[in-house]
């Protein structure tokens, strides 16, 4: 049966990702190699990672002076690196979530760090709003998607320093003003690739301004200086990177994968309103991730929960379940997930209203 693919991250990919992967895998670009034996210095990988490159800087229109790099180690590495690299004294952090709190814990090895709002009391169910952010701070941190909690900004904050943000799990949904930022990153596996790369994009004038000593692999300037092969890159996700850039660039890039995601949100919050049974977690509507839903059944219905997700599971839907943090559901709908898949999930939660 076919399956219907909501699970957080690692998470679905575009058939045309995953085909052009498979394909790779037995012969790479008819070397009669594998993607995975061949060397990352072959005049066919570095192709791969230049294509790719410009297609990240074509499809989020970066402006000249900003760097793309693959970088292992996961979004939580760049924890460490951001602060590493940018704050000298003060960094303005905002704490929306788990990854914003992780965020935070390590910046706080590397100055001072002022977290500017938090919704944690209220278990994360909003982005605080009315927050100031002073103007000596070296930069601004906050997560643009919440993927444990289903919130997100959508907006570049307007703040009086710099921009830095984790964009994980909703890169590539909305278009970017990266006049606001010196950096942007985001852990491949939710929009982009199999785990195992990190995609960050830096400003390269905002970079040799702390005076600390960087251990060289932490040190962006390495990686810049490299083109992302100071030592062997991520060579298998970053060609299943290039394949989700291509599948972008042909379904018309940034606007049309917006409309998607909009489309998409707005199908499965309109069954979610509509229904008596369940109701969503995040507390204004403002606040809503069109890249993660979560919702939880209403109290009176609270013990049907798990039968829910059988029922689900019977219908090919998976990976429904919610974050062991917060319980429910959570629905997420990155670009490669199929309106269909949403139509499914729909139509399982009314029939199995009707039916209980
Ligand atoms: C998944 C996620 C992370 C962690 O990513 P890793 O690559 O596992 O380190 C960080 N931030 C956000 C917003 C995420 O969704």
Redesign the pocket.
Known sequence: MKKHNFYA?PSILSDYTIQNTADAILNFADTGLSILEISHRSKQFQAVIDEATALVKEILDIPAGFEVLWLGG????QFCMIPYNFLSKKASYLDTGT?ASNAIKEAKLFGDVDVVASSKEAGYTFIPKGFEVTADSDYFHY?S???IYGTELRKDPDVPCRLIA?M??DIFSRAIDFSKYDAIYA?A??NLAP?GV?LVIVREDALGKVERAIPTMLDYRTHIKKGSMFNTPPVLPIFSALQTLRYYKQLGGITELERRDLEKAALLYNAIDESKMFTGTVTDPADRSIMNVCFVMTPEYKELESAFIDFCTARGIVGIKGHRSVGGFRASLYNALPIQSVKVLTDAMHDFEATH
């Open positions: 991250g996961g979004a939580s590495m990854w997560t998607n919440n993927t984790d994980s799990s852990g596996q939710k785990a990190t």
